[in-house]
């Protein structure tokens, strides 16, 4: 009995522990299935613009650091060390797996690679920020792209796998750690309006550094430009560089250009008064620098004219004569009187003239009173 | 006595209200003269602005002097036609640009003012000569405005040379009616 009795006691101890647990866990168990329902969809992964407010509320950041100041290109001297944050995020409420970022600069292949991470995974609208170093050294000089790719081993299958390359905003360009120079040169007319013949015309050569060492003042000469034909040297030219003067009938410069930095060379020619109407005169000057950074001019770089899409293409003037029989612009016709000048000067000298007449009348009437008195 | 002296007296009045009447006849008739002058140069004026051959050849007569006196100056000019042309700027004479109209109005007065022929002779010379002399200046000024404060040109002529010329031309006249009319009156 008293087993028999234990046993139905245990029993019924064991049912109302199960009712027990189970109440406890119903809720809970509810709760979970109402909460989270199964995710039929696959995952996809984006970039989210900078700026865009991710879960959490945490916000996207796509961004290019250097360790110089802020811009767009972001200029850095080549081996410079710079760092590129980015935020990859999974669109769905599918789960994506491991998967790897890589970024690279201008193209999408092994010669362009930057780095890649790796990533663990990425649960349902999640994120996940990534941080690379991009070490400069051998990079070519000039301006770079830099494109980030998520899942570049193809590992995770996607809702949608167009959306999983990203171009940064901010271009960076690298400059070498050698001189780089490039010129431009314009003219411009003091007179304003075209060029005419027995015009004084200024030229304005811009000489620019764009490299990381400074270029010096190198044996030979880093300037000339060859005055040409129909054209005269005026005698006046200035470099807020250097030196600058005239050798037999070239302009020639010579001086330092620092790292970054440019001159400024001008000069004034006059134009010949023979020249006719329409007539084109062309010129380039030269640059002779120093490429390797051996302190010999071993590149030549030929001005550019930067008004035209052309590259490196002489600067030309076009020679505009007005005949001069032609009435022109500034022709002036200039009546002595207006029409109220006309009138204000007939009714002056008609009140002059009598005034006069009165004043007149008192000088005779007053010779008869002093005759009468006489 | 007192009888023949008040006749006298009477005769007297009677010459001078007379010899008065008459001098302010004059005076009327002086600017009758005026007005009649000016309707007659105002005709001249007429025929000559209907006139192409005589506009042009005043016209070109004065260019051309315009132009050497620029010349003389240093600049590059010629005178084409009626027009003084330069590389960067020129100046054409019109009819109204040679003073026509100033000249014709100020030899009225000189013709209408009471005074003696040789008197008159030489105001009219005083004035054609000073006119034309003042028009010279202002052209020629009016081309190194036009060349160098292109943007004054207009300020210049209708406010500065128009005034300098108006005052200069009654300046004139009143010089002349003052010290050559006057002075050969009264002599």
Redesign the interface.
Known sequence: MRHGGSRTGLRSRRAAGGWLLCLALAPLVMTGFAADPPCEKAPDLWFPAPGIVLSHGEISVQQVIGPGPAGNPLVVCEGTLISVITTVDNLTCGDAGSFDVSLFYDFLDGAHLIGVQHVVGLDDCEHIVLEFAWDTTGVPPGEHTIIAVADSGGDVDELNETNNQYTFETKVEVRPLVPLIDADKVFLDP?GGSP???DTIVYEITIRNDGCRDHHNNPGHEFTDEIPALMTYAGVATATLGVVGLEGNRVVWNGEIPAGGAVTITFQVVLDNELEDLETICNQGMVYWDSDGDDTNDSQEPTDDPSTAAFNDPTCLTVH??P??A??A?????????EW??I???A???A???G??M???R??SG?RTGEEVG | MNKTTTIWDRVHRSWRTILEQRRGGRRLASILIFVLSLSGFAVFILWIMGNEAATASLQTAIARIVSSSLNLLGQKTEAIGTTVSSARFSIAVVTACTGLFLTAVYLAAVLAYPARWLAKLLGAGIGLTGIFTLNIVRLVSLFYVGLYFPRYVDQVHLLIWQSLTIVFSLFLWLFWAGKVAHAAYKH
């Open positions: 007179n005419a013949p027995g004569q007005l001069p029989s009435p022109m500034g022709t002036i016709d200039a009546p002595t009187l207006t000048g006309a204000a000067f007939g002056l000298l008609a002059a003239f009598v006069m007449l004043r007149r009348r000088l005779t010779q």
